[in-house]
């Protein structure tokens, strides 16, 4: 497995971890989730990414399954929602994600929008106090600008904010411009999400949407990827993770999903098909 340091941190997460947007919906796939997610700690994927707002917290306790007996094998991320992020919503939106997950801290928690209504201060206040409580070991924010990013890190003072969760796929690269630059300068890490193209509701925040790839695109990746015997697929997420600076959190519904994430690692695209990938996917 490749790991990546988590911004200025002294720890390591993998590069590839476990997306869980869509668990819990449907109780009839409780049993193949929960089992796709432990297949995937076994092979390595420890990094597992989770919302409040996933399934109306049914994601979160299908994580809390999967790692019961195991929490100190993971990283795990989850998320409180925009409408949660005044400074008490914080505090009640954490301990209720902290009973679905069956667990005493989560390692890194997100605001995962941008907030209408509550003041990026008062998000930050609640966040810096679930770090000097023990609740949150690291905080980070989820489709956040530059300007916002610099706002939450005053408004946590001493607590670094060290991530930040956006979309990065081949029809988006928009991030490449500015806040991947920014991100490596001021030791957070990216954690792209959708990295094969949906990315709901992105026209709000000023990102790009997500265009299906074309049989002209489609095909110059079956050609790329027949030369290193891999799938479009994994061409397509290998090229997100040439961004030293950068996880990415693929959905994972089943082992086959994870199966072929996992063998997007252990090779690298040569420059030349990295050059031929990207005067097609331009910015």
């Known amino acids: 497995m490749l790991y990546r340091k988590l911004g200025n941190t002294e720890v390591s997460i993998p590069v590839i971890g476990q997306g869980t947007w869509k668990y819990g ?3 009839q796939k409780e049993k193949e989730e929960v089992e796709a997610l432990h297949f995937g700690i076994r092979n390595g994927l420890t ?6 707002e996933y399934g109306n917290g049914g994601a979160e306790k299908i994580v809390g399954q999967a790692i019961h007996g195991i ?3 993971v990283f795990l991320v989850t998320k409180v929602s925009a409408k949660n992020c005044s400074y008490k919503g914080v ?3 954490a301990e209720a994600s902290l009973e679905r997950l069956k667990t005493s801290h989560i390692d890194l928690y997100l605001q995962h929008w941008p907030s209408q209504q509550h003041d990026v201060s008062e998000t930050m206040g609640a966040m810096a106090e679930l770090v000097n409580k023990g609740l949150v070991k690291y905080v980070g924010v989820s ?3 530059i300007q916002l990013m610099k706002e939450a890190q005053y408004h946590l003072g001493n607590v670094p904010l060290i991530c930040n969760q956006v979309p990065y796929h081949l029809n988006d690269r928009s991030i490449e411009n500015q806040i991947l630059p920014f991100a490596e300068e001021n030791g957070i890490t990216i954690m792209g999400y959708s990295p094969f193209g949906f990315a709901p509701h992105l026209h709000t925040f000023g990102m790009k949407g997500f265009p299906e790839v074309g049989s002209i695109e489609r095909n110059i990746l079956d050609t790329i990827g027949d ?3 891999k799938t479009a697929y994994q ?3 290998n090229w997100v993770l040439r961004q ?3 996880v990415t959190i693929p959905k994972a519904a089943n082992k086959k999903h994870i199966v072929d994430n996992l063998n997007t690692l252990g090779w690298e695209l040569e420059k030349d098909d990295i050059d031929q990938i990207e005067n097609h996917f331009l910015l």
């Open 25 to 27: 919906e449907d109780k």
């Open 47 to 52: 990094l597992i990414d989770t919302a409040e």
């Open 71 to 73: 929490r100190d094998d």
């Open 91 to 93: 505090l009640r939106a």
């Open 143 to 145: 489709n956040f600008s």
């Open 227 to 229: 030369k290193y015997g």
């Open 235 to 237: 061409v397509a997420l």
């Open 244 to 246: 030293q600076g950068l």
